[in-house]
């Protein structure tokens, strides 16, 4: 009796072992596919994001133009769009950085708003990208951090994909 209780409770800890590392890790989703026009949206975004620098005043609705359409038809999108381009604004104003060092910081946001798929891990990664990205255009680390952030609630909000129960294990 004894010994088949034990064996039982043997083969409870391997199955669990087993369960363990048989877990998945939420995989990596597609980035948003470019088209023609990516490349000229991107400009788009860069100019506005030197725009703010600039502190013109119609950057920050430039900005929030350009980038809050791809999070339309999204619960929350736009809202946590706009709030990353006020963000943003208040970042930069008063930098100062040539059209092509913007870019990286433009494709940054082009992906957070227009990704549809990314796992936690590169959503994670944008997040770390934006932080890096604007201290190399000067912002102090803790607004770089503010941005970062909200970089998290755009995707949360944009998101069409959540972890599935086996990727919890």
């Not at 708003?113 to 990205?133: C, F, H, I, P, T």
């Amino acid at each position: 009796m004894l010994n088949c209780v034990t064996r039982q409770i043997a083969y409870a800890i391997v199955f669990a072992a087993a369960l363990q590392f048989a877990a998945c890790r939420q995989a990596d989703g597609p980035l948003p596919e470019t088209t023609p026009s990516t490349a000229n949206e991107l400009g788009d975004i860069s100019r506005d994001l030197q725009n703010l620098a600039t502190g013109n005043p119609e950057g920050p609705k430039d900005l929030n133009d350009d980038i809050s359409h791809y999070a339309e038809g999204t619960d929350g999108g736009p809202a946590a769009a706009a709030e990353l381009s006020r963000r943003l604004g208040q970042a930069l104003t008063g930098k100062s950085f040539k059209l092509a060092q913007a870019m990286p910081v433009a494709h940054t946001a082009w992906v957070t708003v227009a990704g549809r798929q990314l796992s936690e891990k590169q959503v994670e990664n944008l997040k770390n990208e934006m932080k890096s990205e604007l201290m190399t255009l000067g912002v102090n680390e803790q607004q770089a951090q503010t941005v970062a952030d909200q970089v998290g609630v755009v995707q949360q909000a944009v998101t069409a994909r959540h972890r599935r129960w086996y990727e919890l294990l």
